[in-house]
Structure formats: C-alpha cells, structure tokens
C-alpha cells in the first residue's frame, strides 16, 4: 500500500450548513484486493473511476478522513479515524503518531469547540480519535462533546470480544461510555432541524449514514455503507469487512436508487479526491460524478 499527497482540507456549503473534510495522514492506493474479492481486471472495467478515484493499472485511490459539519451553531465530527498510539494488527495504523488533531485545529476546529462525535459505525478506522492516551490511560478527546453512538450498533459490538484489529472497543469506545460522555440514540435520531441519521445497516448491524438538508440543498455522508465509488458502478460489490454483505448489497442498492440523479451530494467517508459528487446513471448501471 502506498499513500499519495495529502489533501489536507476540503469544504463544501449548503445553505447554511458547512461541511469540511479533514484527512488523517494521506490518500492510500492499494490493490483492491485489500477492501473487495476483486482484482484489478475488475477495476479497469470502469474507466471513469481514473484518475481521482483510480490509477490506470486499476490500483483504488482511498482516504481516511473526517467530516465536520457546522450546523445551527452547533459543530459535528463524523467518524474519528484511525487514531494515534494504538495497538493495530495493521502495520499500516499501528501506533501511529500523526498531526491529525493539530490539522483540525488549523482548519479552525481545536477539540474543545466540539459539540457532538457521531460514529456511523464501531469499526476501528471510524473510532480511533474519540480517545487519546494520556499518562497511560485512554481518554476521551473531546472532553465537551457528547458522542453519539446508535443503539443497535452498541449492542452488538459492546458484546463482542475484541475484533481483529485491536481492542477497538477497549481502547476507543468503552473509555467513552465509562466517563458518561456517550448517548446511545435510534438510527433515525435528529441533531439539528439540519442533521439527522438514516439507518444504512449490513456493513454493520446498527451502520448509519448521515442526512442534511438546508435552504434546499441536500447531502448525505454515506459511512462504509459503500467504501468506494466502484461500489455505485458495480452496486452488488460488498466489501471483505461487511458483517452481512447480502444486507449490505440490499442497502446499497436502494440507497443507489434513492439517490440516483438526484441533486444530493454524496460525500464518501473513505471517498478520496473530489470525494463528493452526485450518482448519475450510466447506460445499464450507475457512476459517480466527482465535484
């Protein structure tokens, strides 16, 4: 796996609504046997996804990044990354020591103005920033925010052992819920007349995504219900970390139809380039238009 240039902060307006993506570390190009049971043959079967979201070898372009959504004066982190200082089976996330935090101060985000941390999923690249270590101890990061976890999705992992990459839920989950920062919510629970959630379940049981809506423009964070634009061109393709890839294939896809030529921004949580863009059909399938 290789990493790319940094795309350090990206930003879109909608209405009154500002969306700002903040990248952990740089953009990865892997094989896409790494995320997908595919190889590059099938990659190469979508030529529009070269060059921002693949190399012409059929290598996938991906990114590890956060969103922060300013909203009725209240600021929203979607999804804390991979984390630094954690003990990761992955060489690649394994006690890393990046400026992540300094970054989302210099986008003008520094921790103790968050208002709420909102997990779309428990997996270990969405969790990682919720803590940090200090004198040996996990503690939560954003000290004045309330993070939001939906309630099927801790049921499920809070009776868990600790998952194949590390004790994601030990070290960045559980250190949140003991200091009485965690709300447990429903899949449609609402943040702002703004914000709200909309149940994307199959990657994960309790997965989901993130609705906003102001003034009439529209957007939607997708979390891993899709890990990558290939997944809108070829909708039956789940990934290797799906815990019921055929709820995956049946959510995807009635999300692809929902939004298909609909002036909805997509933003993709592991999206890289452009990483928002609209889903538009093409010819028996779909695409998606970066912008």
Known sequence: MNTASKVRFVQWQLGDVRITKV??????VAPPQFAFP????TVQTLPWLVPDFATPEGLLKMSI???VIE????RIVVDTCVGNDKDRSEAMWNHLNGPFLSDMAEAGFPVETIDYVLCTHLHVDHVGWNTRLVDGKWVPT?????????EKEW???SQQEPEHWGDVMGDSVRPVVDAGLADLVSETHKITDEVWLEPTPGHTPGHVSVRISSKGHDAIITGDMMHHPMQIGIPELSSNFCTDAEAARVTRKAFIDRYT???VLVLGTHFAGPTGGHITRDGATFRFTGK
């Open 65 to 67: 990044h956060a969103f």
């Open 23 to 28: 990248v952990e570390g740089a953009e990865m």
């Open 142 to 150: 954003f000290t004045k925010a309330r993070y939001l976890f939906a």
């Open 38 to 41: 595919v190889n590059q043959d």
């Open 155 to 157: 049921a499920h992992w």
């Open 71 to 74: 909203t009725q004066g209240k």
């Open 261 to 263: 030529d609909k002036p």
